[in-house]
């Protein structure tokens, strides 16, 4: 049963700390989402990769968020430096062009 | 500008009780348009979509959606709900990148 992987599956820092969270997309999946769930704002787009090239960051702040995939089977979204505004659950989700897409368990950040 | 709501926050029906959670949606050309569930510290699972043909789209776990044009709507229900149907439902509308534009989600909550 393939299903995509995310960690940490939570993280705790301190504001102004790096906070790296990973994401193993299905294989053979050539989308690759993430997300970003609060109780304020919902599900909200972050960035999204179709055949590991970036198509869409609008969703992230562009000074402190990045978003890579160094290989076709990992992905990455980086917060530098991590504020307490970034507390959520961070998902990635993964998906064939057209079709529907696999969200993994998601990764918990908080930010003291 | 494409957008997808869903008016109701939260959704109570007795178990064995047909259950009816809404969404709609506004966008310019065909809707490509999808149900997702949450149950808690969970990632979402997708339910089913509607790209085209049938009206009525079946899904997992029982539930079905029933896709109406003219009023722009794509509701998600079930016949008869399970105490185990409580979740959180989002409905879900593909932009023109493959990326789902989500509603704010809908809480039903099935008691017994």
């Known amino acids: 049963d393939a299903r995509v992987t995310q960690t940490p599956r939570h993280k705790v820092t301190e504001m102004g700390q790096e906070v790296t969270m990973r994401c193993q997309p299905i294989l053979g999946h050539n989308t690759v989402f993430w997300y970003r769930q609060t109780m304020m704002q919902g599900l909200e787009l972050l960035a999204y990769f179709r055949n590991r090239a970036p198509l869409d960051d609008s969703g992230m702040p562009k000074d402190r968020f990045s978003a890579e995939m160094p290989d076709a089977t990992l992905a990455t979204l980086k917060i530098q430096p991590s504020e307490p505004r970034d507390s959520a659950v961070y998902f990635c989700?993964?998906?064939?062009?057209?079709?529907?897409?696999?969200f993994g368990p998601g990764t918990r950040l908080t930010v003291t | 500008a494409q957008s997808v709501a869903q008016p109701e926050d939260q959704v109570n029906v007795a178990e064995g009780n047909p259950l009816t959670v809404k969404c709609t949606y506004s966008?310019?050309?065909?809707?490509?348009l999808f149900w997702y569930v949450q149950y808690p510290n969970r990632g979402l699972q997708f339910l089913l979509k509607y790209i085209t043909g049938d009206n009525l789209v079946k899904g997992s776990y029982g539930f079905e959606a029933e896709f109406n044009k003219s009023q722009t709507s794509f509701h998600l229900k079930k016949p008869s709900a399970l105490v185990s149907d409580s979740a959180l439902y989002f409905c879900g509308l593909r932009g023109s990148g493959y990326a789902l534009n989500f509603g704010k989600g809908t809480s039903l909550l099935v008691t017994p």
């Open positions: 989700a993964s998906g064939l062009v057209l079709n529907e897409q696999y």
């Open positions: 966008v310019s050309g065909n809707p490509y």
